[in-house]
Structure formats: structure tokens, C-alpha cells
């Protein structure tokens, strides 16, 4: 168990976790890695805990890949003119109500308050240019 705490998080994972207290889920950035590792440790005694350790190091990476790619396209986005994005996520039993409420939502680029997936590990949304405004 003590291994896990070495597992270490990158910076963008933290402001999203601060992210989260903001938005009240936790109530602090502790509680929230804390529930994070507790999900991880009850899904090692049904996969072995290296499986678990990999397997959570590839979320926290997928996660961190899809941040860095989305803030890339809103960058070509703005290059092309683009003023506005929509946001589009998988419809599905598994997308979380956060996600769901965002389907087709459309939203300025430049504006800081705008949210831009990945909303959460695994989430699955993505932008497109949004043409209609
Ligand atoms: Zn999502």
C-alpha cells in the first residue's frame, strides 16, 4: 500500500482534484485522492495489485494526453477562426450526468470559465467547432 503514495501525479491531475473541491464532490484535494486509491485498493484483491498500479498510471496518463490534446485543438480551433466550440460526449450508461448535461452545449474559446473534457478520468467527451453562431 505504501507504494501507491509513490505514484506520482502530475500537476494537472492536481488542479483537476482542486477542481473537484471547488465544484463540492470533495472536500479536499486529500479526500478526493484518498477516495481515488480506496477505488484502486478494492479493485487489487480482484486483479493483483501490479495490474491495478498499471492500470491506474495509464488512467492518470490517458487523462493528462487528452487534456494536453484538447487544449491543442481549441488552439487550432482559434487559428482557424473558430469562435465558438460544442461539446459532445458518448451517450451511454456509463457517461456521468455532468458529462450528459454538457452534450451539445456550446461554448465561447477564450472563455476561462468554459469547461473542456476531459470532465473526469475516463471521460470520453470531445469538442467539435461549433458553425451554427
Ligand atoms: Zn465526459
Not at 1 to 25: A, D, F, N, T
Not at 39 to 47: E, G
Not at 53 to 76: C, G, H, M, W
Request: proline share 4%; aromatic share 8%; hydrophobic share 35%.
Amino acid at each position: 500500500m505504501s507504494e501507491l503514495k509513490k505514484i506520482q501525479l502530475p500537476q494537472v491531475v492536481y488542479e483537476y482534484l482542486e477542481e473537484l473541491v471547488k465544484e463540492g464532490i470533495f472536500s479536499s484535494v486529500e479526500e478526493a485522492i484518498n477516495t481515488a486509491i480506496a477505488h484502486m485498493i478494492s479493485h487489487a484483491s480482484r486483479y493483483g495489485y501490479d495490474s491495478v498500479k498499471k492500470k491506474a498510471n495509464k488512467l492518470i496518463e490517458d487523462y493528462t494526453r487528452s487534456v494536453e490534446a484538447n487544449k491543442a485543438t481549441l488552439e487550432r480551433y482559434k487559428e482557424a477562426g473558430v469562435k465558438r466550440y460544442k461539446w459532445l460526449s458518448t451517450d451511454d450508461e456509463a457517461t456521468c450526468d455532468k458529462c450528459r448535461e454538457l452534450h451539445e452545449k456550446s461554448f465561447k474559446i477564450g472563455d476561462k470559465n468554459a469547461p473542456l473534457p476531459p470532465l473526469h478520468l475516463m471521460c470520453r467527451c470531445t469538442i467539435i467547432p461549433d458553425m451554427d453562431k
